[in-house]
């Protein structure tokens, strides 16, 4: 490739990001306007352009500088068996979920409730949360990104570049009328976001590198913030931000114990981590 070997390391990473950002901000500018007329229509392209941008980006990508080898390895993150610890895909979706139906509680105590979705619409409110961010964005936010940058640094940096990056991508969304995040506080967002990042780069290692464990648990806190229960403002996304924030100074706890290096696109085989399977 004519790139010396530190290049070569850290050019996925910022392909990926780059190209991520820009389809984001894209599709946000093409979208605006239909979004201001009332357009519906044009909310959920955008949203369905921004969502499954990071995994077509991440195939992309990984064809660029590893060639089919990396997309295989990349896709098979998904598609492989379950890893030996169990226990932690049900971490996955059970300490988002937990921590969000918290958030709800003490909102409504603070008297910011609202009422919660009827039992009768679940169904699709698990279905359009599988259709857009809880699966569209793991293969390449996790998959590639968090796994390219465990290549060259620890986990916990890893993990805080990651939830950083992911947190600020989010950031067209704030001034897209018709979606949610014209109703939060976006500090309080965006701190929330990276701080679940740190947990999904625990869970990602926790079960070496299996991307359907980091989808469970971004679905369980997809489908605690639909559920309903309080309003979606500052009380909530404050408690979320307080909540998540000591989630993610545990997750980070427990991986500076973790060892080795887990990178599913490193170059050598000697780079992989021995967990993987």
Known sequence: MGTNNAEQ?????????????????????????????????AVWDFILVTVWSPTIIAVLTAALFNGSRGVGTLVRSLFRRLAER???????????????????????????NANFVPLAALPVI???QLGTGAVGEELGWRGLFLSCLQSKLSKRVSAAIMGATWSLW???SFFM??????LIPPAAFLITVACFGIFLSLVFNETNGHVLST????????????????????????SLTFLFAMVALWSGFRLGRLPGRLSLLA???DEKDNRLN
């Open 170 to 172: 989010h950031l067209p």
């Open 9 to 41: 390391s850290w050019a996925p990473v910022v392909t990926f990001a780059v190209a991520t950002y820009a389809v984001t901000w894209a599709a946000f500018f093409s979208f605006r306007p239909g979004a201001e007329s009332g357009s519906g229509r």
């Open 267 to 269: 170059k050598n085989p």
């Open 126 to 128: 698990m279905a359009i």
């Open 215 to 238: 989808m469970i648990a971004h679905f369980g806190f997809n489908v605690g913030l639909a559920i309903g229960g309080a309003q979606f403002g500052p009380v909530l996304w404050w």
């Open 86 to 112: 169990k226990r932690w895909y049900v971490a996955a979706l059970a300490v988002p979920f937990v921590t969000v139906c918290v958030a709800i509680a003490v909102a409504r105590a603070l008297h910011a």
């Open 177 to 182: 009328p018709g979606l949610p995040q014209t």
